[in-house]
């Protein structure tokens, strides 16, 4: 029904124009293929991630000119067997392995087939199902088990051993909400190498609750009847154009990218400004996100989710549906990786592309002609859902013809839930329901920012603004300024928002000198943050340093992609932001990577139940002095093009 509301499009990336293009279908089989051949694998080694090994800054800027293809793809690997990691790197143009590395002592991501092999394990378990017995479980087959990791608590088995520690819950009938009624007390530990359960950790019996927290449409009771259609119509097609991943939207140009790991990813993000096209980054991503929570009961004191390194944000990605998921003139892109075996793992419409009406851009009305000009903003949006488990995390890009860049995240899905004895309340948590609550937690991201503004030697200034105090020359005490500071360090360049003094960060190069004679730049805008309220020596907090700062500079470096590290699942801690930037190197005026922390605490509500109205987290980046005006003066008037004909312009 939805086909009916506009034109709609995929594509897979195949027939590659672009270097930084994701590995294509053909590409991962052949990787596939020359590593079994190569190395011989047997049935328990796991394919963690194939990703396109990305070729250096160097060649890819020279691309244009070689004109030479050069395909190389990432591999990690891990053997149940021997519980080993193996890293490896597969030249597609060679057509062989080029590298082969073990990496002792690490824990990769877990796989989708973990999820659901690992669920299977628990609910086979004689002494799981014992366990569900005595809370009051008759039917095991009404029973979810969520794998969660299970983090660095020091135990021996977690330095040894690949880990899980479920969360379970149990349905009323197959299409039930089950997160209405967790398993409270019950924690399975699941050696993921053997899938077999090795304990059964119970903290005693909490009875379920016993209400329903439904939201499918054929099991609301009553939905409202008041919705008339809102169509998005775009009869001369939209106004972007595509070749493969490659994307230009009015001034805009910039390449899409997909990775099992990350998700999705933009790249080489450009605007065409007087007859140049003028690159602003390099290469946008999110790097790691944790969701710590804040509850120190046994059940839930050892919770917390890195859902890209530990769950990988782009094997959960969604497929998207027009109409749904998105409005209006719609380009899809295929999500192209592989399951644990190493088998192509297609996941249609897992990127979403399209135009928006943003409302008023710019207006004014000279009042002595009464002649008012207005422009409607519009942007472009690229967006991806995944869903870990119970939640939902939404990434859209928004780029506006303002020159400005926007990153949002929307949250929703459905909380994580415990249960507590009738008429008790919850400290560390709010009561949903009867005997239902959902502990307070946070949602930290971290993204990976790769700035290139007009080339790749760039510096980072903080600006903060203060007032000046009554003198000679501010009589009537009025004054205030901005004050940059210029970041030199990496050490220094670790900061902390500041509303006191209206903070925020400017990206700049010296090297390119605007009309008015300074260095171009962009202003990097925080929006919702937070601060983590566990102890520092809180296990999670130690494996997820990026927390420590909202802000860090690095010089480029092409193998530091993740603010945790590349293994934080089971890891100790340490690694990442945290390691790098003890180096204290260097970040003025060369190709420096900008980190950017952002954290939204949630304290739950029980308009959040069952199901979770989105929450909004996000940055903007906004030109300044990067154009020598307004970019969007040149904007024509809207029409008011109305069906009837009586179409007239905006101005
Ligand atoms: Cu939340």
Redesign the pocket.
């Known amino acids: 029904m939805f086909m009916n509301l506009t034109e709609t499009s995929t594509s897979t990336c195949t027939g590659l124009h672009h270097p930084l293009e994701p590995l294509t279908a053909d590409e991962l089989r052949t990787t596939v293929n020359i590593l079994r051949e190569g190395k011989q694998l047997g049935k328990t080694i796991r394919f963690v991630s194939i990703v396109l090994k990305e070729p250096s800054k160097k060649y890819v800027k020279g691309f244009c000119q070689n004109g030479e293809l050069r395909r190389e793809a990432f591999v990690v690997l891990f053997d149940n067997g021997t519980n080993k990691c193996f890293e490896a790197v597969v030249s597609l143009n060679e057509k062989r392995i080029t590298s082969w590395k073990h990496i002792p002592g690490v824990q990769p991501t877990m796989t989708a087939d973990e999820q659901i092999e690992c669920e299977k394990a628990v609910l086979e378990s004689e002494e799981f199902q014992a366990a569900c017995k005595r809370h009051g479980v008759e039917d095991i087959d009404l029973v979810m088990v969520d794998i969660w990791t299970a983090g660095n608590y020091g135990a021996r088995e977690e330095s040894t051993m690949r880990l899980a520690r479920p969360l379970c819950f149990v349905r009323a009938d197959l299409t039930d909400n089950g997160y209405a009624r967790p398993i409270e007390g019950l924690r399975p530990v699941v050696d993921l190498n053997q899938m077999k359960v090795i304990r059964v950790e119970d903290y005693g019996c909490v009875p379920l609750p016993s209400r329903p927290g439904n939201y499918r449409a054929d099991r609301v009771r009553e939905l409202r009847t008041d919705v008339k259609p809102l169509e998005i119509t775009q009869p001369d097609g939209p106004s972007f154009q595509v070749n493969g991943c490659e994307v230009s939207w009015q001034k805009w140009s910039l390449i899409i990218g997909f990775n099992s790991r990350e998700g999705l990813t933009l790249h080489n993000i450009s605007y065409h400004d007087g007859g140049k096209k003028r690159s602003i980054l390099y290469r946008a991503s999110l790097s790691e996100m944790v969701?710590p929570y804040g509850d120190p009961g046994p059940t839930q004191n050892k919770k917390n989710a890195f859902d890209s390194g530990e769950y990988g944000m782009g094997q959960c990605a969604n497929s998207l549906e027009l109409g749904c998921d998105c409005l209006g003139h719609i380009k899809y892109f295929d999500g192209v990786i592989t399951n644990s075996r190493g088998e192509l793992q297609i996941i249609k419409n897992a990127i979403c592309m399209h135009e928006e009406d943003y409302g008023i851009l710019w207006k004014h009305t000279d009042r002595r002609h009464n002649q008012p000009e207005v422009r409607r903003s519009r942007r472009l949006v690229i967006s991806s859902i995944s869903t870990v488990e119970n939640?939902e995390y939404g990434f859209f890009w928004y780029l506006y013809q303002d020159g400005s860049i926007q990153f949002e995240i929307k949250?929703t899905g459905i909380?994580s839930l415990g249960a507590l004895p009738a008429g008790q309340k919850a400290k560390y948590g709010n009561l949903m329901a009867p005997q239902l609550y959902a502990p307070n937690?946070q949602?930290f991201f971290n993204l990976r920012l790769d700035f290139d503004l007009d080339g790749v030697a760039n510096s980072v200034y903080e600006v903060n603004v203060q007032g000046e105090p009554k003198s000679r020359k501010n009589p009537y005490g009025n004054a205030f300024y901005a004050k940059p500071t210029l970041l030199t360090t990496e050490q220094k360049a670790r900061r902390n928002l500041k509303l006191e003094t209206g903070r925020y960060w400017k990206i700049v190069n010296e090297n390119v000198k605007n009309e008015i004679g300074e260095p171009v730049g962009y202003k990097f805008i925080a929006g919702d943050n937070s601060v983590p309220y566990a102890a520092k020596t809180a296990s999670w907090y130690k494996r997820a340093g990026f927390v420590n700062n909202h802000l860090w500079v690095t010089p480029y470096a092409p193998d530091e992609k993740f603010g945790a590290g590349d293994y934080p699942n089971q890891h100790k801690g340490g690694d990442g932001l945290i390691k790098w930037t003890k180096k204290n190197r260097s970040v003025t005026n060369t190709d420096i990577v900008l980190w950017y922390t952002m954290g939204?605490t949630?304290i739950?509500r029980p308009e959040d139940y069952p199901v979770?109205p989105a929450?909004y987290i996000g940055f903007l980046l906004k030109p300044a002095g990067f154009f020598t005006m307004n970019p969007a003066n040149d904007l024509p008037p809207s029409s008011k093009a109305a069906k009837n004909g009586n179409a007239s312009c905006c101005h």
Request: aromatic share 10%; proline share 9%.
């Open positions: 969701v939640y949250l909380l937690h949602h939204h949630h739950p979770m929450s």
